[in-house]
Structure formats: structure tokens, C-alpha cells
């Protein structure tokens, strides 16, 4: 079955204890993004990829970090997180570019951060 | 900054009737206009695109897409107790990149049996 799988999907923390929210797709895309979506925001892009070893940023990138050593992985990694990373993240993956190809989304993962 | 505008709602339709989602752009530059509907505490799924000025249809759903005016709606047809959800306009941002979407907040969107 064709889909984007996220891990962990809920996860309590606490401030400053890095995580990392991995993000893994079976679709071959080379277009892959992280997304976190908050009451009265929508969704806002954080980062995302157009292919391996190329990243660049979105609209709230500040807090995060990324990297896309393999085609079907894109971890998002918060080092130091901060209450105010408290979000449900999308991660999404697509064929190419967003432009023109629809992006699939992965389940959630809601993250809480005290 | 680039921005996708769209009314929060809540909009309520009776049953059978015709939902109209509305979404503004500020980017005269975007391409590409996608619909995402979004089930409470589920990740979003796409409805339509649309890269052409006028209509496009599909099923019960109508997308409709006006550079000039940089609006774009989505009409849905007797509309369904099961259309209840938010819907998001989303819009490519082609500043340098084809990777940037920018979606505007969604419009929640109630129809009543």
C-alpha cells in the first residue's frame, strides 16, 4: 500500500530533550516536506526537500533541522524543543515539485512539548 | 509575504444544496491551485487542482479559477452530511522554487441533514 508513515504519532516531552520525528514514504517521490498546522495558522510549511542531499527551507524554519540522506526518509529533528514547537506536524511527500503533483500526507504526529 | 486567504467560517449548508468555498491570493506569479479536505484530527487529503482560468469539474466538485481577480473557488453539489470537514486552498509558490506550498487556514464547512 502506497503511503507516508510517520513515527511516533503522539509523544510528550519536556523543554530542551531533542527528538526526532521520522518520516518515511514507499512511493519513490523526490519531493518530500514537513508541515506543522496549529489552531487559527493552518498549516505552515517548515522544510522540504526537493530530492536527496537537498533541503531548503519554508516558512517556519526556526527550531528545526532536517536531512534527507535516503530517498524514503525525512527525519525532522528539534534539538532543543520549546513549548512553543506544541503542534500536530504533517510530513507529505509527492512525485516532484509541489506545483504540479499532488503531495500525499502522512497520519500526524501530535506533539507536545511541556 | 505571500499570503492565501480564506474565510474561517463556519459555513452552514442544508443537505442537497450548494457549498461555495472561497480563496484569495496575494502571489499574481502562483501557478498552480490545489483543495485539500481535512476530517477533525485527520491529515489532509486532495479534492481538485486546477492550473486554468475557468471550470474544472470532477464528480460533485467545481473548482473555478480566476488569475486576473486571483480567486479561486470550490463549488460542491448537493452537498452531503459526509462533506462535513475544513477545507484548505493551497497555492504554489513559485519564488525561486516549485517546492514552497502556501495554504491558507481553511474554511470549515457544516451541512446539516
Known amino acids: 500500500e502506497a503511503q507516508v508513515t510517520q513515527n511516533p504519532r503522539y509523544l510528550i516531552t519536556v523543554t530542551g530533550k531533542k527528538l526526532t520525528v521520522t518520516c518515511s514514504q514507499n512511493?519513490?517521490?523526490?519531493?518530500m516536506s514537513w508541515y506543522r498546522q496549529d489552531p487559527g495558522l493552518g498549516l505552515r510549511q517548515i522544510y522540504y526537500?526537493?530530492?536527496?542531499?537537498?533541503?531548503d527551507k519554508g516558512d517556519v524554519p526556526e527550531g528545526y533541522k532536517v536531512s534527507r540522506k535516503e530517498k524514503r526518509n525525512f527525519p525532522l529533528i528539534l534539538e532543543s524543543p520549546s513549548p512553543n514547537q506544541t503542534s500536530l506536524y504533517f510530513c507529505?511527500?509527492?512525485?516532484?515539485?509541489?506545483?504540479?503533483?499532488?503531495?500525499?500526507f502522512g497520519p500526524g504526529t501530535r506533539l507536545t512539548v511541556l | 509575504q505571500k499570503e492565501v486567504e480564506q474565510n474561517s467560517g463556519p459555513l452552514s449548508v442544508p443537505e442537497g444544496a450548494i457549498a461555495s468555498l472561497n480563496c484569495t491570493y496575494s502571489?499574481?506569479?502562483?501557478?498552480?491551485f490545489f483543495w485539500y479536505r481535512q476530517y477533525s484530527g485527520k491529515s489532509p487529503e486532495l479534492i481538485m487542482f486546477?492550473?486554468?482560468?475557468g471550470d474544472k469539474e470532477d464528480g460533485r466538485f467545481t473548482a473555478q479559477l480566476n488569475k486576473a481577480s486571483q480567486y479561486v473557488s470550490l463549488l460542491i453539489r448537493d452537498s452531503q452530511p459526509s462533506d462535513s470537514a475544513t477545507y484548505l486552498c493551497a497555492v504554489n509558490n513559485y519564488g525561486g522554487s516549485q517546492g514552497n506550498l502556501i495554504f491558507g487556514k481553511g474554511t470549515k464547512l457544516s451541512v446539516k441533514p
Open positions: 526537500s526537493m530530492n536527496v542531499e537537498v533541503t
Open positions: 486546477i492550473y486554468s482560468n
Open positions: 512511493m519513490n517521490h523526490e519531493y
Open positions: 507529505a511527500s509527492s512525485s516532484s515539485g509541489s506545483g504540479r503533483r499532488e503531495q500525499f
Open positions: 502571489d499574481r506569479g502562483s501557478q498552480s
